[in-house]
T-cell receptor, first 115, second 111 residues
Framework: NAGVTQTPKFQVLKTGQSMTLQCAQDMNHEYMSWYRQDPGMGLRLIHYSVGAGITDQGEVPNGYNVSRSTTEDFPLRLLSAAPSQTSVYFC??????????????FGQGTRLTVV | DAKTTQPPSMDCAEGRAANLPCNHSTISGNEYVYWYRQIHSQGPQYIIHGLKNNETNEMASLIITEDRKSSTLILPHATLRDTAVYYCIVRPLNYGQNFVFGPGTRLSVLP
């Protein structure tokens, strides 16, 4: 059981380049989300999804797109990278179920540098 | 979502209990208290959560005051590997599942 897998672990982009950060989970979780964490700061929510075909914006969505075509995958796209998007990106998933087992599981992060 | 207040940093001697406080005076009746920790730059790790009763698992204990306006996470025998940033989060157990992370408490376990 791999949990939440993020790829790549490290990436350097030039300003204006585009790329997709991948996130996959094998726990059949309905809910998936993307956060960014800047140095010395807490995590901030970028986008989230409560199921395939459903996405919504979080606190800091500008400059990022997401889609959810399957339950397992939730990619994050940077359309035109900017230095302000230099950060560590975390993907998380959790169950929406009516029980109490709704803790979020996080991936190990993607460290992105935009130069 | 209710906001939380945590001390920015704490120290604890190895082998002693670490007691991490959290204030959440505006918590609503349907909001749970969650604790996560982040070791170095890894992804946050779930520790424990509760509504109003005290909870205990293999990692920690969670003590919630009767008025639910504050809570304490207890690591009974802290080790060097418990050095991390600890986040206290309150949120409802419902559709959406968003977590709002504050700056947390940086716990340093000292040898």
């Amino acid at each position: 059981n791999a949990g939440v897998t993020q790829t790549p672990k490290f990436q350097v982009l030039k300003t204006g380049q585009s790329m997709t950060l991948q996130c996959a989970q094998d726990m059949n979780h309905e809910y998936m989300s993307w956060y960014r964490q800047d140095p010395g700061m807490g995590l901030r929510l970028i986008h989230y999804s409560v199921g395939a075909g459903i996405t919504d914006q979080g606190e800091v969505p500008n400059g990022y797109n997401v889609s959810r075509s399957t339950t397992e995958d939730f990619p994050l796209r940077l359309l035109s990278a900017a230095p302000s998007q230099t950060s560590v990106y975390f993907c998380a998933s959790s169950s929406l179920g009516g029980g109490l087992n709704t803790e979020a599981f996080f991936g190990q992060g993607t460290r992105l540098t935009v130069v | 979502d209710a906001k939380t207040t945590q001390p920015p940093s704490m120290d604890c001697a190895e082998g002693r209990a670490a007691n991490l406080p959290c204030n959440h005076s505006t918590i609503s009746g349907n909001e749970y208290v969650y604790w996560y920790r982040q070791i170095h730059s890894q992804g946050p790790q779930y520790i424990i959560h509760g509504l109003k009763n005290n909870e205990t698992n293999e990692m920690a204990s969670l003590i919630i005051t009767e008025d639910r306006k504050s809570s304490t996470l207890i690591l009974p025998h802290a080790t060097l590997r418990d050095t991390a940033v600890y986040y206290c989060i309150v949120r409802p157990l419902n559709y959406g599942q968003n977590f709002v992370f504050g700056p947390g408490t940086r716990l340093s376990v000292l040898p």
